[in-house]
């Protein structure tokens, strides 16, 4: 018991007063509090003091104000990562799939946890809790009454034990009994809901007969331009005739207004809008009137009943007319539904936009995000030139904060981002940063994978538009504690840096490259390389050079000693890293080394750049190194570069240490052996 | 910094450093692993063959803190140390074999004792001021301690506790503490006597506070009122007189009383008797003799010593008093 308490952190130690004014203190004003002064007057001073006491009303706020205040005086830390994973640089992720293997791992592991509790409760029964966590207790699949009757339904509802509250209703019908209207349309409305199956569900935490069940093929959602379904995406089931929902609907004699609408709405979302259309038709007939979630759900799945563009706004605007028909007042949804709708209409659809717009003006409804996403991708669609509806946006929702209202509106962001690079608008882009930074916008950013495009077009867009000085500010900021630069992203990057001569800085960028696990790409190093050595930079550049260049020969030479062929393949030399590397060391002063990389050309049969050659052999003169010069023309003369009697006779001219027999002797040598190869080959 | 393949861990490239140096010995295996240092204790490393460069950690992310970062956002909540996000070179723990503390990587000590990174003196002002709105002002009327006191004579102390555990009761919390000067109650002799007889020890004679704890009930609402309910009793009952205290005695009382004692007496018939030889006649009336100023002076002396005790203050009190009282100085 008295364990837990010793990790008390805080002790908090109230003394309040109590005044003997105050009117709940009766009891004690009846035992005879007294002060010096008589009780009556509560304000009434000692005569030296003339300051009345007022005391001040208490103020109240709602029990999170004190937290959300706290958590404005702290801002994003670009060193760290995501809050739910663990600070240790074993445990942040540093790649887009560590990313989601630690997050899913995880979540995993909360879900195993779940899972054992389920199946042993009998081991689960201890409460640690004070006030107890109800989501934390093993769900227990008994439920305390079994008799069939309204109160053991209710119990099953309450629980969302779909299968099990069906079951009990139709117990209940058959042997007899009645189940008021109002049970039965929660129960509909919850079928129609979930889709006839329990919530929360995983399939592989089924038993296999539950598996078996359930095996149904869930056909896989593929949107608008038909692209597969995302992983992150679920897989949404479809409706299917037979039902517990279809069975109990079927089942009533006189289904209410109620009843219509929650299948009207589970089948539009269940993708069965032909049917959904039906019953709205049967509703209709009957008399009934829909209410404005149900219209929602018919204006938002119109695309799935008619083809043609003219003919989907005809339906669009007919359920609009009803909805004023029947004097029901639309809300955001229904206009985001007609501008969801509308974004599959064409040009028509762009004719309308402003009246549907308008027409939301007039009510006094204020847009979502989701609103101005549908009307961005109304007016830009893809294979078009841009056009700048979005700076009329930004000018409207600039410095606004937003809510989510709309299953769409965390869409907004990744979209507006796309447009901006689509236009190159690198202040506009700015503009639209800033509002994701405001308030608590960066919560429609949308998931990982919307994050990680939405940062990827802005940093591409920076490097493009911007100097080395702020893409280097916000490359910062932005990796890799929100995103993870892929190789063609990190080559944009060099590009700039490239642009704007800061050549120092990629130390800095090859530590990044390492953490982000890309020194192991082919493409990358070698860009990598070609930036350092495509012109000579001051010296202290060049030697701050050498950690990196030695890191990536040490990976190489990693790479090419292991022991498994697809790992070898991985990253190998090729003639312009070679090159690259013998002029890198040239440049830093580091001969010795140089040297040692000419019988790796020979090794791997790469030919040496001719400038790499040249600039080797004219060190080599410089520092009077007879062997090392020899050896540099015996690798050109063995590779056959075209200048080799070029080179030979400088080095006869500027070195009178070497005998020109030596040089003749290394020409004739190299010839012959390249004359008998050749034989040989033949 | 240098990149090398060679193994290791670039966080601890210090602690590296000095176990290399104590590799070449010439007796590898008499080197006890526990004589190393701190956390480095009893672990094996394989240090030949070339690491994979996939398989090495990250730098901790202090290389990539910027000198004029914002600590808050850092660390904005109480914390367990983390080595890789506090750029700062802490050393704890016993430094073994005469080397020198061990570092803060693997460091076991820093993670076992509370740190207060998170309320570096920029959090707090930053904390107090978005606090400031749900703050009123302070009346201006109690500027004081004492005008404080003058206000609000009862004060009430209670006690919250704050756990990272499961669970966010205490049993501790639920005591109540009730304060009051006994001098802002409305007692008179009898009654002020009476209460201190009742409340015991829980009255403070130096300070003159009375003090009341409840622990008795399960809530601290109920122990509250159980203090406000012994409050208002205690001075209900303070004001009653039973019928058996009119049979007091002096034996029965805590303290000597002057008036109606035996030394009271005394005196009086000593002053007549000195009054007659003097001048032959005793009329002066009692009142007159006790007012005298030589009377007044022996009775608190005699008071003192038998109240608080005898002590060679009150002694000698008592001599100058009985002599000046005979007129022998």
Partial sequence: MAAPFQRCACRIVFRS???????????LSSSGIAGNKSETAPTEEKGSEEVPLVIPRKKKWDKLAVLKALSTTVKRDPTSVDYNFIDDPYLIPRTTMQYKWFSLAKESGQKA?????????QFFQQEFAEPSIEAFLPK?????????????????????????????????????????QDMTADLLDLLCFHGSRDPGQEASLLSPEEQEEDAEPSRRRSNVKGRMRRANEPAVRRWRDGDDADRLFNSLAEPSARNYCSLIKGLAKYEAADQAFRTYNDMQQKGLRADVSTYNALIYSVKEVRDRYEERWDLIQQLLNQLRLEQIRPDLQTFNATLRSLRFCGLTGRRSCLDVLREMVHLGIEPSLASYTHILSIFNPSNTPPSDILYQIMDEIERKEFTIQDQDDNRFFVDAMNMCLRMNDVELAYRLHKLQETGENWRLLGDSYARSVYYGKFLNLICQMEGGEEMWKWYKNLVPSVYYPNVPAILNILRALEVSNMHHKVTDLWEDIRSLQHFNKQE?????????????????????????????????????????????????WSSTSLSNLLILYLRAGELKKASEMLPLFKEHTKTPRAEAMEEYLAVCVEAKDKVKAKAGLSVAVHCGLPKIVEYAENLKSSMTEIEQSEIDAILKEEISVGAEEMKTNQ | ??????????????????????????????????????????RRRRDDGIVNPSRRPMVPRTAKMAEDQDWPSVWPTAATFKPSAVPLPVRMGFPLNRGVQPDKFGNNELRKIPNFLHLTPVAVKRHCKVLKQFCTDWPAALETDEACEEHFPLEVITTDYVLSGPSLRHPDARIVTLKLKLSRLQLDEHARKKILKLVGDRYDKESDILTITADRCPHRRQNYDYTRYLLTVLYLEAWKTEPWEAGITPEDRDEFLWEGSPSEHNILSTMRAIQQADKGGSDTPEEDIVQNSDVQLYKQAVVNQKNHGESSEHVQGYKDSVKRLLGLN
């Avoid at chain 1, 007063?17 to 009891?27: C, G, M």
């Fill in chain 1, 17 to 27: 007063r109590i005044s003997r004014e105050q009117r709940d203190a009766r009891s």
């Fill in chain 1, 113 to 121: 946890a779940e899972f054992f509790i389920n199946k042993n409760p």
């Fill in chain 1, 140 to 180: 227990t699949s008994t439920f305390l009454i079994e008799e069939p009757c309204e109160e053991a339904l209710q119990e099953r509802l309450s629980r969302k034990a779909l299968k099990a509250a069906t079951d009990m209703y139709f117990q209940i019908v058959d042997g007899g009994g009645t189940v008021s």
């Fill in chain 1, 524 to 572: 990358l190093v070698e860009g990598v390389l070609e930036f350092m050595a495509r012109e000579k930079q001051a010296p202290e550049v060049q030697q701050l050079f050498m950690p990196v260049v030695q890191n990536i020969k040490d990976n190489i030479e990693f790479y090419y000693k292991a022991a498994a062929p697809a790992r070898r393949a991985t990253l190998s």
């Fill in chain 2, 1 to 42: 910094m240098a990149w090398s393949n060679e193994p290791g861990h670039a966080p601890g490239a210090l602690r590296q450093k000095i176990v290399q140096q104590n590799k070449p010995s010439f007796f590898p295996f008499t080197q006890d692993p526990g004589n190393q240092r701190g956390p480095q204790r009893g």
